[in-house]
């Protein structure tokens, strides 16, 4: 007993003195908050492949795993050009495993799991009738959440929450990717809303991904207003992890003097030679 106690007490304390980390470069939009992380960031990325995995099995045995090719195309093409500038804010995201694919679905919703695990819904583009730049504000929204490690830092406050849990864990030998991680991940991506302070930088590094990739970030303004107008009549569940609001867009108003620049640029290098 005396030694479960003092292994749980280790836990305790390990947890309380875990320093914080910053988990990419700020960028245009200046993102300078550091996260605590009591995960591995390893252990994370394992539990997000075994949930991925779970669904494109589901998907797959029903049926609906890229049951629209033409959709599957235009979603690699958009993401294959926001990849490359993922590197303004963590270089080594360029060395992730990434996986994109479509569900044929009339679900209004999308998602990037840690390391690069997306799956985007037909309903969010069927529904909304996105342009390939709104597409590509969805796309930089998820994929900034994983940039920044959210689910990580999310799971990582559960755990604070749970010591007992943790301690328990310690004393069986069960590390943190075995104590149901994937079904966490599942969670976070699936049922729980991101708190504001994330959902914020989501939004401004998806704009920054956006501009850099060459879609014209004044789009991103027309997707959340296209997101309102669903809320009102049909809330979809993407609007239950991600809530549509006017402050929201405002905000996005606000940083787009930032990033424009970048999407002339970018616009630039597109420009064929004379």
Same mark, same amino acid.
């Given at each position: 007993m005396?030694?479960?106690?003092?292994? =749980?007490?280790? =836990?305790?304390?390990?947890?309380? @003195?875990?320093?914080?980390t910053?988990?990419?470069?700020? %960028?245009? +939009?200046?993102?300078? *908050?550091?996260?605590?992380?009591? +995960?591995?960031?390893?252990? =994370?990325?394992? @539990?997000?492949?075994?949930?991925?995995l !779970?669904?494109?099995?589901?998907?797959?045995?029903? !049926?609906?795993?890229?049951?629209?090719?033409?959709?599957?195309?235009?979603i #690699? #093409?958009?993401?294959? *050009?926001?990849?490359? +500038?993922t590197?303004?804010?963590?270089?080594?995201?360029?060395?992730?495993?990434?996986?994109?694919?479509?569900?044929?679905?009339?679900?209004v919703n999308?998602?990037?799991?840690?390391? %690069?695990?997306? /799956?985007?819904?037909?309903g969010? +583009?069927?529904?909304?009738?996105?342009?390939?730049? &709104?597409? $590509?504000?969805v796309? @930089?929204? &998820?994929m900034?959440?994983?940039? #920044?490690?959210?689910t *990580?830092? #999310?799971?990582?406050?559960?755990? &604070?929450?749970?010591?007992?849990?943790v %301690?328990?864990?310690?004393?069986? !030998?069960? !590390?943190?990717?075995?104590?149901?991680?994937?079904?966490?991940?599942?969670?976070?991506t699936?049922?729980?809303?991101?708190?504001?302070?994330?959902?914020?930088e989501?939004?401004? /590094?998806?704009?920054?991904? /956006?501009?850099?990739a060459?879609?014209?970030?004044?789009?991103?303004?027309?997707?959340?207003?296209? /997101?309102?107008?669903?809320?009102?009549?049909?809330?979809?569940q993407?609007?239950?992890?991600?809530?549509?609001?006017?402050?929201?867009?405002?905000?996005?108003?606000?940083?787009?003097?930032?990033?424009?620049?970048?999407? $002339?640029?970018?616009?630039?290098?597109?420009?064929? $030679?004379?």
């Open positions: 005396r030694m479960a106690t003092a292994k =749980v007490l280790v =836990v305790s304390l390990a947890l309380a @003195g875990c320093a914080t910053q988990t990419t470069q700020p %960028g245009a +939009v200046d993102i300078h *908050r550091k996260q605590t992380m009591l +995960v591995s960031e390893a252990s =994370v990325e394992h @539990g997000a492949q075994q949930s991925y !779970g669904e494109l099995e589901k998907a797959g045995a029903s !049926g609906k795993l890229n049951a629209d090719p033409a959709l599957t195309a235009r #690699r #093409r958009i993401t294959d *050009r926001l990849i490359p +500038v590197a303004t804010f963590r270089p080594d995201a360029l060395e992730w495993k990434w996986e994109v694919n479509t569900l044929s679905t009339p679900e999308a998602y990037c799991m840690p390391g %690069g695990k997306i /799956m985007v819904y037909s969010l +583009v069927d529904k909304l009738q996105l342009d390939d730049a &709104e597409i $590509a504000t796309l @930089g929204h &998820e900034s959440h994983a940039l #920044r490690e959210h *990580r830092e #999310r799971v990582s406050k559960a755990y &604070e929450q749970q010591v007992a849990l %301690g328990l864990a310690v004393l069986t !030998g069960a !590390g943190p990717d075995t104590i149901a991680l994937a079904d966490q991940v599942a969670s976070v699936f049922e729980l809303p991101h708190d504001r302070e994330q959902e914020s989501a939004d401004v /590094m998806g704009l920054e991904l /956006m501009a850099r060459g879609y014209d970030p004044h789009k991103a303004i027309s997707l959340w207003k296209k /997101m309102m107008a669903v809320e009102k009549s049909e809330p979809p993407y609007l239950s992890t991600h809530p549509a609001s006017a402050n929201r867009i405002a905000e996005l108003e606000r940083h787009l003097p930032q990033v424009l620049p970048l999407y $002339a640029a970018a616009e630039r290098k597109d420009l064929p $030679a004379h």
